[in-house]
């Protein structure tokens, strides 16, 4: 079974930095899109950024110049630098990866279990 294991959150100040880390754990071979989504209280999970295999990306208006978005496909695994954070940036940030290819089998879409970035003022 194919799993997201995101780290990296915590608590920041405003204007501090941030990097967020997500490893998808079992026998894979490919994953097409890996990407970051944020759900803050009370709001609808958003996309934050997403990288294709190709290592095409694209951003929400609200993050772009502030946050960068990598992968290593070696490693399965994405990354989200998060420089200039804001209070608003406050959510539990969820990893996301679409079109898994594993030994177990294709799953169309996985999600990690979420990690808090709280941005204190």
């Known amino acids: 079974q194919v799993q997201l294991v995101e780290s990296g959150g915590g608590l920041v100040q405003l204007g501090g930095s941030l990097r967020l880390s997500c490893a998808a754990s079992?026998?894979?071979?490919?994953?097409?899109?890996m990407g970051w989504y944020r759900q803050a209280p009370g709001k609808q999970r958003e996309l934050v950024a997403r990288?294709?295999?190709?290592?095409?990306?694209n951003y929400a208006d609200a993050v772009k110049g502030r946050f960068t978005i990598s992968r290593d496909n070696a490693k399965n695994t994405v990354y989200l630098q998060m420089n200039s954070l804001k209070p608003e940036d406050t959510a539990v940030y969820y990893c996301n990866a679409v079109n898994v290819l594993a030994a177990t089998g294709t799953y169309l879409e996985i999600w990690g279990q979420g990690t808090l970035v709280t941005v204190s003022s």
């Open positions: 079992g026998s894979i071979f490919s994953i097409d899109v």
């Open positions: 990288v294709t295999r190709a290592g095409n990306t």
